[in-house]
C-alpha cells in the first residue's frame, strides 16, 4: 500500500528564511509519480511538481527547488528566501502507475507553513 | 489553463437533507475526483470516474454517490446528511492522454466547496 508521511505538521519561518518541508514515501512499484500542491488560505490546491520515479534529477523553479532520494524514499521541498505570500498548506503525494490504481493520488497530512514578516 | 469549477464555495445544510455538489472541467479529462479535506487527515479520495457514466470507490466512499452523465460534469451526492460530513469538499480532473505510455498526469483542482452540515 502506497503512504506519504509529512512529518512536520506547522513550520512557522521569518520572512527571507529558507526553509524546507520533508516528505517520505512508501510504495512496492518502482514506477510511480510524486507531486507537491499549495494550498493557500483561499482554499484551491495549486499544483506545483510533478516527478517520476526514474528522474532523480534535483528541480530547481525560482526560490522553489525539491530533492528527489530513492534511497531514502524522500522527496523533500525547499523554499528558498522566504516570502509572506508562500504561508499556505502544503502536500506532498504519491502515485503508483500501476495495479490498477493509477489514478489514485495518496496524500499526506500537509505542513502548514507561515512566514512572519 | 485547466480550469475546475464546483457550484458553490460555501454550503449549509441541514442533517438529514439531500446534497449536491457539481463539478465542471473545461479540459476534456477523462478522469474525474472527489475527495474530502479535514484537519489533520489530510485529503481523502471519495470517488472517481474515468469514463462517463463510469465510477468507482476511493477510500471513504460510505455515505456518498456519485453522478457523471456528461463528461465535464462529475457530481457529489449525499443522500442524507449528516454532521460528520460537514467538510471541505474538493473535486479534481486529470487527462489519460498519455495514459497508454504509461505516463500519469497531474490532477487539477477546483476551489472546493465548504459544507456545514447542521
Excluded at chain 1, 25 to 34: A, F, G, K, P
Excluded at chain 1, 82 to 102: K, M, P, R, T
Amino acid at each position: 500500500a502506497q503512504k506519504v508521511t509529512q512529518a512536520q505538521t506547522e513550520i512557522s519561518v521569518v520572512e527571507k528564511e529558507d526553509v524546507t518541508l520533508d516528505c517520505v514515501y512508501e510504495t512496492r512499484d518502482t514506477t510511480y509519480y510524486l507531486f507537491w500542491y499549495k494550498q493557500p488560505p483561499s482554499g484551491e490546491l495549486v499544483f506545483l511538481i510533478r516527478r517520476n520515479s526514474f528522474d532523480e534529477q534535483n528541480e530547481i523553479s525560482g526560490r522553489y527547488s525539491w530533492n528527489f532520494q530513492k534511497s531514502t524514499s524522500s522527496f523533500n521541498f525547499t523554499i528558498t528566501a522566504s516570502q509572506v505570500v508562500d504561508s499556505a498548506v502544503y502536500f506532498c503525494a504519491l502515485s503508483e502507475a500501476s495495479g490498477g490504481s493509477n489514478y489514485k493520488l495518496t496524500f499526506g497530512k500537509g505542513t502548514l507553513l507561515t512566514v512572519n514578516p | 489553463d485547466v480550469k475546475v469549477t464546483q457550484s458553490s464555495r460555501y454550503l449549509v445544510k441541514r442533517t438529514g437533507e439531500k446534497v449536491f455538489l457539481e463539478c465542471v472541467q473545461d479540459m476534456d479529462h477523462e478522469n474525474m475526483f472527489w475527495y474530502r479535506q479535514d484537519p489533520g487527515l489530510g485529503l481523502r479520495l471519495i470517488y472517481f470516474s474515468y469514463d462517463v457514466k463510469m465510477k468507482e470507490k476511493g477510500d471513504i466512499p460510505e455515505g456518498y454517490s456519485v453522478s457523471r452523465e456528461k463528461k465535464e460534469r462529475f457530481s457529489l451526492i449525499l443522500e442524507s446528511a449528516s454532521t460528520n460530513q460537514t467538510s471541505m469538499y474538493l473535486c479534481a480532473s486529470s487527462s489519460n492522454n498519455k495514459i497508454l505510455a504509461g505516463v500519469l498526469e497531474t490532477q487539477y483542482f477546483g476551489p472546493g466547496t465548504r459544507l456545514l452540515v447542521l
